[in-house]
């Protein structure tokens, strides 16, 4: 297994190409699915998910391939569905595979999808998922470790899911384009990789309002077509905000390049109140960018994790990492999945004063975190362990770094574009 070797201490600065983003172009490479013909998306980042999304559609039978001339760019054209089943050896690795799941009920009228295990920061059900694709006319039943879904064709309907679920307002959303008179989903996930989903299915000629606010309306066609161009993927507002609490955490000035500071503003303002310095804008040529500047020791912050645009559970475990070294204490509140906190007991071992009340993690600020051999447990854990290891005095070893793979484009070599020492040890 590969493992990052640290040596903290280094200020950075440079400019940082934020990558397009994971959790859009997973749902956008199972839009794919919805019609028999060629979609091109542009600004796919080079992933370990995106390339086991790749791996499933290939296995359906789909043409799903990375262009060799624009390594940024990826083909994928369903018309050769012969399988529509995405297996379990394939869906355990990666629970964003149910995403296929309301792209082929509404496409081939059937789907057979490996019901995804948990994973290591929560259960995660997919209750919801299943509740809406019943409330459209889906039979849908689970068998051997299998969702085996049936419908002839989903009528429309209004749903309220339980509570706010990203891929669940995804999955209803693609399945929705091509049922049968109109959709409304109350209670939509908001969070900015919806309204991108969205804008790809509206170039494959589905009829969407609302995207991006808790009410989506969908208008149920025959058909859907190949996008006449390429669509490109928003920018990782997740990547974005991991290098921001790098940066903030080591102290320098480094500009995200393609990052949308729109994206960002419940951390942005978190990191203004430690005393980051944060501008942001766009170039001449229409790039968006966010510059970061921190001198000296941060103020510690509070903040409690919630849906788009509150704080993103996403971004917990890397702000974390920034409020150790910070001065005064902070209160962290996970809100959204029950195990979120495996990067304490690894912060612990630098040096770390963190202690765990149930959802609530109180991070006593020192003035120095010391290096050491940390485990990565899971994608943003493995993130705020990168962070931690930047600014420790020292050495700090990051082992099972694949799950940081899943989920960073070529992060070592970014930072290091920006002064860390940082390399990778091949294992
Ligand atoms: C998406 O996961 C993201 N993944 C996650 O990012 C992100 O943490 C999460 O949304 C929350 O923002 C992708 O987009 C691929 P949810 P998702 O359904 O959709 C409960 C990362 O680090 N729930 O919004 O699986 C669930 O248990 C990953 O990039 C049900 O109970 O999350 C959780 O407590 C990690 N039943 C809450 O809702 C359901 O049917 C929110 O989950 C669905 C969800």
Known sequence: MDKLNIRGGHRLSGDIIVSGAKNAALPELCAALLVAGPV??????RLQDVATTLKVLRTMGATAERSSSQPDQVLIDASTINTPEAPYELVKTMRASILVLGPLLARFGQATVSLPGGCAIGSRPVDQHIKGLQAMGADIRVEHGNIVARAARLKGARITTDMVTVTGTENLLMAATLAEGETILENAAQEPEIPDLAELLIKMGARIEGHGTH??????VERLHSPSVAHRIVADRIEAGTFLCAVAATGGDVTLRGARADHLDAVIDKLREAGAHIESGQSAAGEDWIRVQSEGRL?????????????PTDMQAQFMAVNCIAEGVARVSETIFENRFMHVNELVRLGAHIAVDGHTAIVEGIPRLSGAAVMATDLRASASLVIAGLVAEGQTVVDRIYHLDRGYDRMEAKLRGVGADIERIKG
């Open 40 to 45: 091109t998306l542009d600004n796919v980042p």
């Open 215 to 220: 009410r989506i309306r969908i208008q149920g």
């Open 299 to 311: 103020r510690a912050v509070s903040f409690r994790t919630s849906e788009y645009p509150a704080f």
